[in-house]
């Protein structure tokens, strides 16, 4: 949403005439769009303010902004601490980023808006996409769960839908653009629609979207387990353009601790809705979010967490260490593990899951596969990259001219975060 978000917000200063420049010391305005899920994302942005404090001090009129989470969750408090700062915008206020950005060159004077209306379009505002065919598409904003570990409620507010109906004319109007494969966003997407009258629910929006022609790749992100139904998992299965991934957070294994964290599914829920994709997809892949040191988590928790990831099969997953956020519930509970032990939790979560991950692609080994072409290769500028339908990364030798476009690949060799592919010449 982050990403999507700031290709909004490069898309507007373009349309102001301003231009992407890679290079911070020749840039005339530098914006930060901040998140702020863990206290780690909040570290790294003081380390860069840092460094911007002495670009500024070389050049005067640099401009400097900070938007998205962090913005919204410190407010104009940042200006003072940090004088380096010109303008702060809110979650909400990306919309109005040109007309604050005029007010601070106009007046001289230092910027702050914070709206905290729930309902905002940012959909209209131009998009400056890095790469012509790919598209996000947010189909919703904010979330009405309140995890009791998480920020993003307080910072995005609450859960809002987009009308089907504009969804639709934006992915039409992208396909026209060149658009072949389409992200459609959402904290919960499986809720999309609960908030509206007489709309239509997930599962339907995802088949309206699939008979758009020229579209060949529809993806999603993200699949809460409390509100997955069966139904997603057959227009899935019946559409030959809607991707075989899903992204499926578990957080933990433990029953204790997701009511704790007020997931408002159980484990054996969970893997329950595991076995109906893998029964109706069997070559879906599935993955996942998982926390390790939730505050009243203890060992034999985290042995359910493991329990799960051993019989769920995820073909990998994003693990983070629990990371206390102020206004959040969570926040209030006793914390029982030592820093040590979650950190030896965590190694045992990896080692497990990166075991797993590298099974997963071996068996792919061999396998002919289509791929998406979306750039050089990040380890090797040789190498083109691609993913599968499934969202695997698939690294091949091949000529430039194929970016942007689907092509067969033999896969030759399978790494637990990668695979190595082979051209397949028709
Ligand atoms: N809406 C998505 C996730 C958004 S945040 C969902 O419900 O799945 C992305 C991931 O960050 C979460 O899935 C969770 O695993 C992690 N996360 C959120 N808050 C966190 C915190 N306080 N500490 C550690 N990880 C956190
Ligand atoms: Fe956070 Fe839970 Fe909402 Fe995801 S569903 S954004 S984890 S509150």
């Not at 373009?14 to 005339?28: I, P, T, V, W």
């Not at 007046?107 to 505002?125: A, I, R, T």
């Not at 899935?236 to 578990?250: D, G, K, Q, R, W």
Request: hydrophobic share 35%; with cysteine.
């Amino acid at each position: 949403m982050n990403k999507h978000d700031s290709e909004k917000i490069a898309g507007i200063l373009q349309d102001s005439g301003f231009q992407y420049e890679k290079d911070l010391s020749n840039a005339d305005i530098i914006i930060f769009n901040t998140c702020t899920v863990r206290e780690s994302a909040d570290g790294r942005l003081f380390g860069q303010l840092g460094n911007i404090k002495r670009l500024k001090e070389e050049k005067p009129d640099l401009i400097v902004a900070i938007g998205g989470c962090l913005a919204q969750s410190y407010g104009g408090k940042l200006l003072f601490q940090f004088p380096q700062l010109d303008i702060v915008f809110g979650t909400h206020n990306i919309n109005r980023f040109s007309y604050l950005l005029n007010e601070r060159i106009k007046s001289g004077n230092k910027v702050f808006e914070l709206k905290s209306e729930d309902n905002y379009d940012v959909s209209c505002l131009p998009t400056l996409r890095e790469k012509p065919f790919l598209a996000w598409v947010s189909i919703m904003r904010g979330c009405n769960n309140f995890c009791s570990y998480c920020i993003v409620p307080y910072v995005r507010g609450k859960q809002w839908s987009r009308s089907a109906y504009e969804i639709i004319e934006e992915v039409k109007n992208l396909t026209l653009d060149g658009v072949i494969e389409i992200t459609l966003l959402g904290q919960n997407v499986n809720s999309y629609g609960k908030d509206l009258n007489d709309e239509m629910n997930f599962p339907q929006l995802l088949e309206k979207l699939s008979q758009i022609s020229k579209l060949k790749r529809i993806r999603f992100i993200t699949s809460h387990p409390k509100d997955f139904d069966n139904e997603t998992v057959k227009v899935v299965a019946e559409s030959e353009i809607l991707c075989n991934h899903f992204h499926f957070p578990l957080q933990s294994g433990s029953n204790k601790v997701l009511q704790d964290m007020n997931r408002r599914y159980t484990k054996e829920q969970y893997l329950k809705l595991i076995d109906e994709i893998y029964r109706m997809i069997p070559d879906a892949s599935i993955t996942t979010d998982i926390i390790v040191g939730f505050p009243t988590e203890t060992e034999e928790d985290f042995l359910e967490t493991l329990d799960v990831v051993e019989k769920a099969k995820f073909d990998s997953a994003f693990t983070f260490i629990y990371s206390p956020r102020s206004g959040t519930k969570a926040i209030g509970f006793k914390d029982i593990s030592s820093n040590e032990e979650k950190m030896n939790r965590f190694s045992r979560l990896v080692d497990k899951q990166t075991n797993i991950s590298q099974m997963k692609n071996n068996y792919l080994i061999g396998k002919n596969l289509d791929i998406l072409v979306e750039d050089f290769s990040k380890k090797d500028k040789k190498m083109l990259m691609g993913r599968t339908k499934t969202n695997k990364i698939v690294n091949f030798k091949g000529d430039s001219n194929l970016i942007g476009k689907i092509v067969n690949v033999k896969i030759i060799l399978a790494k637990a975060h990668y695979l190595i592919g082979e051209l397949k010449i028709n």
